[in-house]
């Protein structure tokens, strides 16, 4: 058989799979000739036999097309998944609003960035990240959280874990204790275990982690990992009375303070507390925050905010540890921060989960289920009566992504409960149905 008779047999093969789609467009004859190897001419008598069949239609300089005419054969047509690859579970935690991301904006601003690269933007990006997007991180903390810092303050970092190596590579000793909320994040206690430190759990209640608590169980700790504006997973907020104790304590141990400020952006009710970065005054704290909960998790883009006084030990350790995020990628935040489009994500995104938590809450409560009331944050903590493992694993196998409490403590007791996100929830029906399909799933 001649090549180009080979080359449309392959094509039209294609088409009748599905694997090229009515309506998409082909490589141009050029692009096909230098793929396959062939003579251009081989592509354009290819291209043609199948115009002249149906199967492809020419749109002048637009290029060639699948004719929106055909349809493949029903024994060759693929079925279609019910859930779209990478499509979110229901309740799938970690999660911000996929739908809601402004799309089409991020691409303008990533062909531009594109269009206005130099050559000397190929290179490995700087240990600390790019010096625009640390610009506009220290503006944004600035005038958002009351953070006065400079750039050479602020380490980029590939991912909330990677900021939490730095600080452990820089700062920790092997044997040094560290105070972790409990129940707390825990996809974060292998970084330091890793490192050789002491993991000391400490209980939290409706103010936050018990510093008293601390201070009298593990007193000789140097490092307090917590999440004080909005605590994970039980969304409480730490009393000021207890951050000014935490700062005290570090001022007067010479211990180190890691504010993770989680889910900061979003609060629905009342007047957030200040962070405790921004009454930091004998510069214990170390603050970090991350872009995967405000615009999505794909960036892998987080940052440290260091004391002054240890910049230069961390620039050290970020040689061992550089940054990996593509200039490409920081440079697109930095833009996106520095242009005002983050303040009106921000905005929207708030008004967002505040009509999709009701939605949810509401949909909870009428399959008679105790949700507790929270004051903002992208996810829900729903009370529950005996095993909430046993619970949730019967909630897994029906396909619903939920969490059980338990599986968030260490050594601290409590009430058992299902955590779930409500974030991707886009319409009262999908709350109502996921609430129904829950409650089969468990009882």
Known sequence: MP?????????????????LPPGSRLPSGRTMALELGVARATVENAYGELVAQGWLERRGQAGTFVSPSVTAPASNQKVPASRPQGAPLPFQMGLPALDAFPRALWVRLMGRRLRLQTPYDLVMPENRGESTLRQAIADYLRFS????CQPEQIFITAGFQAAMRLVARTLAQPGDGIWLEDPGYRYVRPVFADAGMRLQPVPVDDEGM?????????PQARFALLTPAHQSPLGVALSLTRRHRLLDWAASRQ???IEDDYDSEFRYHGKPLPPIKSLDGPERVIYAGTFSKSMFPALRVAWLVVPRQQAEAFSRQARFLPCTVSILIQQTVADFLREGHFWRHLKKMRQCYGERRVWLETAL????????????GI?????????????????????????????????SKGEGGILM???NVVSPEMARRYARQLRQAIT
Do not use: C
């Open 210 to 218: 018990q510093v008293d608590y601390a201070l009298q169980h593990y």
């Open 379 to 411: 996810q829900l903590v729903m009370r529950v009566k005996g095993d909430d493992r046993a619970l949730v694993a019967r909630a897994r196998a029906a396909g619903l992504a939920v969490q059980a409490l338990s599986d968030w403590r260490t050594i």
């Open 255 to 257: 211990g180190w303070i």
């Open 145 to 148: 959280r009351s953070i006065e």
């Open 3 to 19: 090549r180009y008779q080979q080359i449309a047999r392959q094509l039209k093969q294609a088409i009748g799979d599905g694997e």
């Open 421 to 423: 996100s409500f974030t």
């Open 365 to 376: 409560q009428n399959e008679g289920f105790d949700v507790v009331p929270q004051a903002g």
